[in-house]
């Protein structure tokens, strides 16, 4: 899902009252911080943090726990000090002494990330605990979540959620108010395809008049989100036969996350990426919904299709990745893992070295090695045995949402502590 937020988006937000949250950083997402606003030396990234520090800061941590990295303890202490009394985070506070209150605006998003961040580093089952009951008390009747409290269900946010459920050891498909599942909500949201191979996909939210129009950034956060898992994955197993159009009108999880998969093939089919338009501007690369739609193929065993847009992101994800900040390498991180790629070796560069550098230094040395590994483990092992000290350095990537590409929208409505 995978997970976009930018200043810029939430600004929509209060103007419409709908906005894409976290899903993949915009390339033009945070302005930077003001004279008066110091950046906290625990936080990843250097622009301003109002409206994606949590999001980012988890990502980051669940990107370098992903690639064997001890996250600085300070790191891991700022995220859990976002935490209000409830249960739930916000984008960011500013005083995190302060009480929440209901001015503070909490979200199933940012919520939703920190868990799955603080599940992956352990020891945060207070923490955790919390921040999922809080989750299941704002769950809508329909199984789903909005961004906000109280807000119509979305793909995006129904997804990361789902993510969040798994990483506690919850059973999604349980979590059931009123006999309706987070799996049921997004089978609403799934688009069956009307001929042979020609796609599902899913929808964000139906339209006014409850159609339903496919989009990639929803796509791929869902296909995560019908899967169970959340932004950490591997690949699946491997599709051989492509997509057939299913004659069941309600699609089960599994059919509707190879609909969504097929939609994101064919999405890219003519271009290795996809795109974006602003308005009055003319069509231009998404590289966080291309990273996320990279992770929704793999998760489901697309490994070819992901290929492409893999190796498009490693050619030309260095002006984007720079100036998006963590969150950005924290996604191409998590389509490196997904697809079995050397994060370290990503297009030539170190993926894990450039998100290690936009926040404070880790407490431990990185000693990974490459899962799955194992002649190399074993050699390893032996030249320690033999007191040579070898080290093999090598590291994992991890994958996720939306923008971030798991692009997580809300409606501006009051949300509750």
């Known amino acids: 899902m995978i997970v976009r937020r930018s200043a810029a988006v939430l600004a929509t937000t209060a103007v419409i009252g709908t906005a894409f949250a976290p899903a993949a950083l915009a390339a033009d997402s945070s302005p930077s911080p003001s004279a008066s606003q110091a950046i906290p030396s625990g936080l990843y990234g250097s622009t301003d943090p109002t409206y994606d520090g949590v999001w980012r800061q988890s990502l980051a941590l669940l990107a370098q726990d992903t690639v064997g990295v001890k996250p600085a303890a300070k790191a891991v202490d700022w995220l859990t000090g976002q935490q209000c009394a409830s249960g739930a985070f916000a984008p960011y506070r500013a005083d995190a002494t302060a009480k929440c209150d209901a001015k503070t605006m909490v979200d199933t998003n940012n919520t939703a990330a920190a868990v799955q961040a603080l599940a992956a580093l352990g020891g945060h089952d207070t923490e955790t605990g919390k921040a999922v009951a809080w989750l299941k008390s704002v769950q809508n009747k329909d199984g789903g979540w909005g961004y906000v409290a109280g807000g119509a269900s979305d793909a995006n946010s129904t997804s990361v959620v789902i993510g969040a459920l798994a ?23 799934a688009i069956a395809c009307e001929g042979e191979g020609s796609g599902g996909g899913f929808a964000f939210q139906p339209d006014k008049k409850g159609k339903l129009a496919a989009n990639a950034d929803a796509t791929a956060a869902a296909v995560l989100g019908s899967l169970g898992k959340g932004f950490v994955t591997t690949a699946g197993k491997t599709t051989t036969s492509g997509y057939a159009c299913g004659a069941t009108e309600k699609l089960t999880p599994a059919e509707a996350a190879r609909g ?45 299709d992901a290929q492409k847009p893999l190796a498009w992101l490693e050619k030309n994800y260095g002006a984007w990745a720079a100036k998006a900040g963590p969150a950005a390498y924290a996604q191409l991180i998590f389509a490196a893992h997904a697809t079995g790629t050397d994060p370290r070796d990503f297009g030539g560069a170190d993926l894990v070295k450039q998100l290690g550098a936009t926040g404070p230094a880790t407490d431990a040395p990185d000693h990974s090695a490459v899962p799955g590994d194992e002649k190399k483990d074993e050699k390893k092992k032996k030249d320690d045995d033999k007191g040579l000290g070898v080290w093999w350095i090598v590291g994992v990537g991890l994958v996720a949402g939306i923008g971030i590409g798991f692009l997580i929208s809300g409606r501006n409505k009051k949300q509750q502590l």
């Open 167 to 189: 990483a506690a050891g919850e059973k999604p498909a349980d979590v059931s108010p009123g006999g309706k599942s987070p799996y049921d909500a997004l089978a609403t949201l």
């Open 260 to 304: 969504g998969a097929s939609y994101l093939s064919n999405a890219l089919n003519g271009t290795p990426y996809l795109k974006s338009a602003m308005p009055g501007a003319k069509d231009q690369p998404d590289y966080g919904n291309t990273a996320d739609a990279v992770v929704a193929l793999a998760s489901d065993g697309w490994t070819k």
